[in-house]
């Protein structure tokens, strides 16, 4: 049977971001400062002023009763409007939620277990994985084992809380890569490999600006090296990826930059020193493999139509959620389903569906029958569509894709069609059999609403990404699909899949079949120039962009969070004995948080730390810090034969405190910085704009 | 607020960032491209495209470009919009060395 849905909660840091947001509504942190931290717990911006998106992270998109309850009574009491989007990455977004009330969300939430830490910003986003994972009968294993181990390490992590930008993974269970690797920064595939089990491992890929192909950095790794190999691919990202472009900063196009080979050499060189801390850990996550059996491929989403489980007499009943919108009614629905037919779980999926792993095959009419007043019912075809929530609330959308989404269908062949507001991909049109994303074409002197198209995308196992089309008004977008749909039925061969349709006839066929529709003529232009849903001429609202690249960060934070990473190596470094690469690490941990604290103070970031601890001394000539700094710079030199295991430790323990008293310094220097998260465990130093204590008692239960 | 195109861009449009506009919110003009601040969106996406790094948001401009922020404004009511990409000037190349400061006084209208 599948694996308990774990707690991910850590109440701690609802206060300190309630704390927080009191400081913020009292005038004393700055609104970019808060931005970040609001980021930081999965709180982002809405285009409407004053209320917010809360996203739910769900790793692997499983939710249980309890669970599901919990979303809907925060919903009733919290949000302005009476629905939840399930996205593309599994997770449950709730919108409309003042920011005042954000506090008690997560709260309301996290007594379900539930978390937001790291649903947003530069982080690793909720891992994914193939909707059928530990059910389906052809997979080598339950990589829900994998992805929950995954999701243990890296929650928190100091490597994971300042990334120069997102970073999403993806999990699947066999070669048939149910979880869409392709497009991910990093994905793992289950491989059954000349009697050897273990995982394919893939980089680079990317949807949105310059969608790339991931490629194999690792043809086969086992099991034991999943958490090394994962935190060598981070660290890379960390490294080298461009921090002040963030359009370029995703780890595709360190692809580019470095070429596939190098990019592979790279990775090998972080690898090598992950590995070397991790060396010797048993506790790596593991399951049970097998071989696997060869039955249908599930496919990326929800299945389309009640599936057989490996497990005899089980089965998953899908149901269909048009455009991923749920209400309350329909949450608590879905619950009392869970409880009155025993299951312990739900699945959310990528195409923003759900799924009910477990049925017992004779309770499947009865779920059905149950499931049709709260006007849910099992997928049908044509109903395959997915979109982002556009216009609606993002505040990068350009288009109103969900106005126009449940206007689309993929007819009797069941195609998938995605559809996104702008050209950030959250829809993921590059992975549709017809993908389309918004944008604005300037003619005849007006700006009219477009979307550009994309055909036949396949993100699985052998697939590939879709092919650019043309760019069509989307007053004309409904009449292209049906064209296209038409075209397909006529011309297919056989039992041709839309993916291979597309690849025979060729890109300039659907130019040519689609060339009239791209044409406007000037009397036509005023008539095109609204979307769908729209009154008035189209226009794109400047709303100052998106937050999704995350808020701009404080360099000293950054520093505390690589310091805190290094401190975790120097730690394991020493408990295997290896002197010389603990010292190291601590020497970087050293250089990051003297660097930080002297840039900080507006000097120059020497790279050496007897430099660093002279400048510090010169700007801070009362206080001890520098000073402390050049005598553990001194016994830092000293090599690593000469040192002893105790004294190794007292060393140690003597930088996490200068540490300790360079983040008291720095919080009160620059009162709005908090590193309470970065610094070593039994330590704290509560930042001075906590210090008042809130007016009402934090927690409400 | 909104992007701004700077002096670097004079005397080589490379127009790599026509391209990527979400809003077709370029204009061109003889030796140079500006925004349309009424239409720009602050996607950011142009600004990684610009092989000279010409453009910057508003509140970022250089202090010895500012003028380029009501300039973009006032080109933008005047020129053409380029919605495709085309070659670059043919000196693009040894403009592309000389200082965004330095390049003011060529500025076509």
Redesign the interface.
């Known amino acids: 049977m599948t694996a308990q849905v774990q707690n991910l909660v850590d109440h701690a840091e609802i206060e300190r971001y309630d704390e927080a947001l009191q400081a913020y509504l009292r005038g004393e942190i700055e609104a970019d400062r808060f931005t970040a931290i609001r980021l930081q717990q999965g709180i982002y911006g809405q285009r409407q002023e004053g209320v917010n998106m809360v996203r739910i992270k769900i790793p692997g998109g499983r939710l249980t009763a309890t669970q599901l309850e919990a979303i809907a009574q925060a919903l009733e009491t919290y949000a302005r409007h009476d629905v939840v989007h399930i996205t593309t990455r599994q997770d449950i977004q709730m919108h409309y939620v003042p920011l005042e009330s954000t506090p008690a969300v997560l709260r309301d939430l996290a007594r379900a277990g539930l978390t937001t830490r790291e649903a947003c910003g530069n982080t690793i986003r909720n891992m994914t994985a193939c909707p059928l994972a530990g059910l389906c009968p052809r997979q080598h294993v339950d990589v829900t084992r994998h992805l929950d181990g995954a999701v243990r390490h890296f929650l928190r992590n100091p490597l994971n809380q300042q990334l120069p930008r997102k970073f999403k993974i993806s999990f699947s269970a066999c070669e048939a890569d149910c979880a869409q690797g392709l497009m991910h920064d990093l994905a793992l595939v289950a491989v059954h490999e000349g009697g050897r089990f273990g995982f394919r491992v893939m980089a680079g890929g990317g949807l949105g600006h310059k969608p790339h192909h991931a490629i194999v950095i690792e043809p086969f790794i086992e099991e034991q090296d999943l958490i090394p190999v994962m935190e060598a691919v981070v660290a890379l990202h960390n490294r080298y990826s461009d921090r002040t472009k963030r359009a370029k900063s995703r780890i595709k196009f360190l692809v580019d930059r470095f070429g596939p080979q190098g990019f592979i050499e790279k990775y090998r060189e972080e690898l090598v020193r992950t590995r070397a801390a991790h060396a010797g850990r048993a506790d790596y996550p593991r399951a049970e493999w097998s071989a696997g059996g060869s039955g249908t491929v599930p496919g990326a989403g929800a299945p389309r139509q009640v599936f057989t489980q490996r497990q005899p007499g089980l089965a998953v009943v899908p149901i269909a959620v048009p455009i991923g919108n749920l209400n309350a009614a329909q949450l608590r629905g879905v619950a009392q389903v869970l409880t009155h037919f025993g299951l312990s779980e739900v699945r959310t999926t990528q195409d923003q569906n759900l799924m009910l792993p477990n049925v017992r095959v004779q309770d499947v009419a009865a779920i059905y029958a149950w499931l049709a007043p709260l006007g849910l019912g099992a997928p049908q075809p044509g109903d395959n569509v997915v979109a982002c929530p556009g216009t609606s609330t993002c505040r990068l959308g350009i288009t109103s894709s969900t106005i126009v989404a449940p206007k689309l269908d993929g007819g009797g062949a069941d195609l998938r069609i995605r559809v996104s507001g702008c050209h950030n991909g959250c829809a993921q049109p590059e992975t549709g059999d017809i993908g389309i994303y918004g944008e604005g074409k300037r003619l005849h002197g007006k700006l009219i609403p477009h979307y550009q198209t994309y055909f036949g995308g396949n993100g699985m196992g052998g697939g590939g990404l879709a092919i650019k089309g043309p760019s069509i008004p989307s007053a004309r977008i409904e009449t292209a699909i049906a064209r296209v749909k038409q075209d397909y039925a006529q011309t297919r061969e056989g039992g041709e899949t839309f993916y291979a349709w597309v690849r025979r006839k060729g890109i300039e066929h659907l130019n040519a079949l689609l060339a009239d529709l791209t044409e406007v003529k000037p009397e036509q232009a005023a008539q095109l120039a609204r979307d769908h849903g729209d009154e008035g001429d189209f226009r794109v609202l400047q709303l100052g962009g998106g937050e999704c690249a995350g808020a701009s960060q404080v360099k000293i934070g950054s520093a505390f969070f690589e310091a805190a990473h290094e401190r975790a190596y120097r730690d394991a470094f020493r408990f295997q004995r290896k002197y010389a690469e603990a010292l190291a690490c601590a020497e970087t941990m050293g250089r990051l948080v003297g660097q930080g604290l002297v840039q900080l103070l507006g000097g120059k970031a020497e790279p050496g730390l007897e430099a660093l601890a002279q400048a510090l001394d010169g700007l801070l000539p009362a206080e001890a810090l520098g000073r402390e700094l050049g005598r553990l710079a001194q016994a830092l030199a000293r090599p690593a034969e000469e040192w002893t295991e105790p004294a190794l430790v007292e060393l140690f323990h003597d930088l996490d405190r200068w540490t300790v008293e360079v983040a008291r310094f720095a919080q009160s220097f620059d009162r709005q910085l908090d590193l309470t998260e970065a610094l070593p465990s039994g330590y704290e130093v509560k930042p001075v704009h906590l210090h008042r204590k809130p007016q009402q008692p934090a927690l409400a239960a | ?2 992007y701004v195109v700077t002096g670097a861009c004079i005397g080589c449009k490379y127009t790599d960032c026509v391209e ?1 506009c ?4 370029f204009v061109e003009g003889p030796n140079f491209l500006a925004i349309d601040p009424e ?7 142009c ?3 610009c092989p000279v790094n010409a453009i910057y948001p508003e509140a970022e401009v250089p202090p010895d470009q500012v003028e380029y922020i009501a300039l973009n404004a006032e080109l933008a009511r005047k020129w053409r ?1 380029i ?1 495709n990409r085309k070659d670059p000037l043919p000196e693009a190349e040894r403009w592309a060395k000389v200082a965004a400061a330095d390049k003011r006084q060529y500025l076509e209208l």
Do not use: K
Request: aromatic letters at 0%; a negative charge.
């Open positions: 607020m909104a990527v979400p809003v077709d919110c239409t720009c969106i602050d996607c950011t996406l600004v990684a495209e919009a919605t």
